[in-house]
């Protein structure tokens, strides 16, 4: 829907003209940004009640990747003796484990967003691209605790952080983007096609095996160079470059082929701005289909 | 720099009912299996006869078809209409949370819509917690919230609860406190949406209140309900939305009147019934299987020619004419009452309410009933008429709504002045005078 808000000469009234949108819907980014204490709302709401409920509360931010860095330590670090670039195998896939979870939980709550708000959107104007982006920034605040477990373990195993702990950010903004990109793009999605909710859990599984959780990219480089195909490709899963990236600025470990960087970098751009895209292309039904 | 607050042009807002396979949500393998299956199938067609049942009945409907109006700033609108007539449609379109398939609206000004109290809420947290977020929802600035919070609060009458998480509130206490965040919100237009509906009679009157309030201080109140009442007494204008179509747009008053004759499906206003007559013989407001004893039901005026009138003043003498025909049973009694388009019994009279007992009625002829003097408030009126026998107490023939007459109000108060339709349902004389300070008045047996 178009709507053109506008303070008219005379006074400081907005003007609104709301009418059938005919061909590409704006970005509307600017409106999100108007919206931005909304966006606070939500996501407070949304931790708030998470940590009322459970009797675990924030522990669960932490018991979560624990208890899987130590399955995986068992199974892929000891048994299968997977490589960890020189680093003890439980830090090395808690970091991991780090980022790919924010991404996986934000993708989760992204792709159901929609429909799990239909009351609201039903009943209130407001930009919907605000409830999947709540969604996704809500993972932040079990980031920000795992961080802070991070560094306990970190200092366990006497690994102390670098200069390159600053670029964290970074690599949490890579993450974000790919999550929100495709989160988007799956709430659009699944508000016409409410089947989609079920397909999700399966690739997120499978997208976790394509990354480099478990195991360091550092063993898949080399077969990828020995087999002809280029590196950067490998970059082509965004989340790739975000876990190894995540690793390397946290950790101070770790070879990190920059064209596998970029190339993540360059296919979460384009993941957001499609998804975006997508989102507010069908936006306009929303409240007539969910 | 225009008055205008809201101009809807030739807006309209078409829905499809039912899709492929009468399902809602058509899933994504559907949709893909769906489209291999259909490739198939036109291949097929190709070689075969044309497809009957092979295309899918495709639904629509048009919930607003042209729709146009103006409102003016600080106007209060009332925007009535029987179920489906689009109404709500209309208010999620100006709301912008659905967007209209055809046409365009121009509001000039901040919106804050009421399409329903506490859609914001959350029940794990507390009273205060959801305000803020209610508040948020709804477009209030968290520095505004703050400020307001005790006015809000106090308005709710939740004092006590206000940190207590929501699920334990009752269900008067949640519409309260909802209400109280959207009410202290003070847009430039207001849009509520049958929101009175529930709630009790206390909290309805309090929001009234509160939304007369916002009137007072010139904003442009758009106001849907189903409860007349309080649609005349908020509102100045309304509009009257039938089938997705504008019907009236014009003063409150005249808004009612349209609605309401629009609803009742007997009362038309002249059309298989002349103006001050019905015929009652196959009249749709008799009971089905009654026999029809009641002929027609004719309205007279006092003077002397016996002509029909479709209208009287208030204090007119009423002359109602009731021809029947016994057919063999033997009648005694008649009664006649007057409603109120809304349904309301105004009064009552009858044959054995009046000095004089009529007898046992000769087997087929004309019954006349005088109201002296009837001081009926100007409005829309339908006579109900009834006949039968006294002892055993039987009515054996009734029609509803058998005829419809208006009442103007005249000069019956000898001052020129009228009574306005929201003043009572029957106009009264009065006399008033200044009594110099007298003694105590004492208690004198009852």
Redesign the interface.
């Known amino acids: ?1 178009s ?1 053109v808000p506008e303070p ?1 000469a ?2 400081e ?9 005919r061909g590409l819907a704006s970005l509307q980014l600017k409106e999100v940004w108007t919206y931005r ?2 966006l ?2 939500l996501v ?2 949304d931790v ?2 998470r940590y ?2 459970t009797v675990l509360g924030v522990a669960w931010a932490v018991l979560q990747p624990v208890m899987t860095t130590v399955v995986f330590t068992i199974f892929f670090g000891q048994l299968a003796n997977i490589g960890s670039d020189g680093l003890p195998y439980p830090l090395f896939s808690f970091a991991g484990l780090l980022a790919w979870n924010f991404f996986a939980q934000g993708l989760a709550q992204a792709s159901g967003s929609l429909v799990g708000s239909s ?8 930009p919907r691209l605000v409830i999947p982006i709540s969604s996704v920034l809500v993972g932040l605040v079990d980031l920000c605790v795992g961080l802070v477990c991070l560094l306990g373990i970190m200092a366990h195993y006497r690994v102390w952080p670098s200069a390159t702990f600053l670029l964290l950010p970074v690599f949490v903004f890579l993450a974000a983007g790919a999550a929100l990109g495709v989160g988007m793009f799956l709430s659009a ?1 699944n508000v ?5 909710r079920y ?1 999700v859990p399966f690739f997120v599984q499978l997208w976790l095996f394509v990354t480099p959780v478990i195991y360091p990219a550092s063993l898949v480089a080399p077969k990828m160079k020995a087999a002809g195909v280029p590196v950067w490709l490998y970059g082509l899963n965004p989340m790739a470059g975000a876990v190894e990236g995540f690793r390397w600025a946290a950790l101070g470990t770790g070879t990190v082929a920059g064209s596998v960087i970029t190339t993540s970098i360059a296919v979460t751009a384009v993941l957001l701005v499609g998804g975006v895209f997508y989102f507010r292309q069908t936006e ?2 929303f ?3 969910v | 720099m225009s008055e205008v607050a809201i101009r809807v042009e030739r807006l309209g807002k078409q829905y499809r009912i039912g899709t492929v396979r009468g399902s809602k949500h058509r899933t994504l393998r559907d949709t893909l299996s769906g489209a291999v299956a259909d490739s198939f199938r036109r291949a097929r067609g190709i070689l075969r006869s044309p497809e009957n049942g092979l295309r899918p009945a495709d639904g629509t409907f048009w919930a607003l078809k042209d729709v146009s109006f103006e409102i003016q700033r600080g106007e209060v609108v009332g925007i009535i209409g029987r179920n489906a007539a689009g109404k709500s449609t209309l208010l999620k379109i100006l709301s912008r949370i659905t967007e209209p398939t055809t046409g365009s609206a121009e509001i000039h000004g901040s919106v804050s819509s009421l399409l329903e109290v506490g859609s914001g809420f959350h029940a794990e947290l507390t009273g205060r917690e959801n305000i803020f977020l209610n508040g948020a929802i709804l477009g209030m600035p968290k520095t505004e919230i703050i400020r307001r919070f005790d006015e809000i609060v106090s308005f709710s009458e939740v004092e006590k609860f206000i940190d207590t998480p929501v699920k334990h509130y009752s269900s008067g206490m949640y519409l309260r406190l909802a209400f109280a965040v959207a009410a202290h919100l003070e847009p430039e237009i207001l849009i509520v949406d049958e929101v009175l509906a529930v709630g009790d009679a206390a909290f309805q009157a309090k929001c009234l209140g509160k939304m007369e309030d916002v009137a007072r201080r010139g904003r442009t109140v758009l106001f849907v309900s189903h409860n007349i009442s309080a649609v005349e007494r908020l509102c100045e204008t309304g509009v009257v939305l039938a089938e997705g179509r504008v019907l009236f747009r014009g003063n409150i008053g005249d808004a009612v009147s349209c609605y309401l004759a629009s609803v009742n499906p007997y009362v038309t206003s002249g059309s298989s019934e002349g103006p001050g007559f019905a015929d009652l013989l196959r009249h749709p407001g008799r009971q089905a299987g009654a026999r029809p004893l009641l002929q027609s039901l004719a309205l007279l005026g006092p003077g002397s020619p016996r002509v029909l009138r479709d209208r009287l003043k208030t204090g007119e003498d009423a002359v109602f004419e009731i021809r029947y025909d016994a057919e063999g049973t033997k009648l005694d009694m008649a009664f006649l009452a007057i409603n109120s388009l809304r349904g309301e019994r105004v009064c009552t009279v009858g044959t054995h309410l009046s000095p004089g007992p009529v007898g046992v009625l000769p087997g087929k002829g004309t019954l006349q009933c005088r109201l002296p003097s009837l001081p009926l408030a100007a409005g829309d009126y339908v006579a109900v008429v009834a006949i039968g026998q006294s002892f055993p107490r039987k009515e054996i023939d009734r029609v509803e709504f058998a005829l419809r007459f208006r009442v103007e109000t005249g000069d019956y108060f000898g001052t020129g002045a009228a009574l306005h339709h929201s003043q009572g349902s029957f106009a009264q004389r009065s006399e008033w005078k200044v009594v110099p300070g007298a003694g105590e008045l004492e208690v004198g047996a009852l």
């Open positions: 829907m709507a008219t005379a006074s009234t907005p003007t609104v003209l709301i009418r059938p949108t204490e909304l606070y709302f407070w709401r708030k009640v009322k409920q009351n609201l959107i039903k009943k209130v104007y407001f999605l016409k096609y409410r089947d989609v397909v306009r039904t409240a007539d289909v």
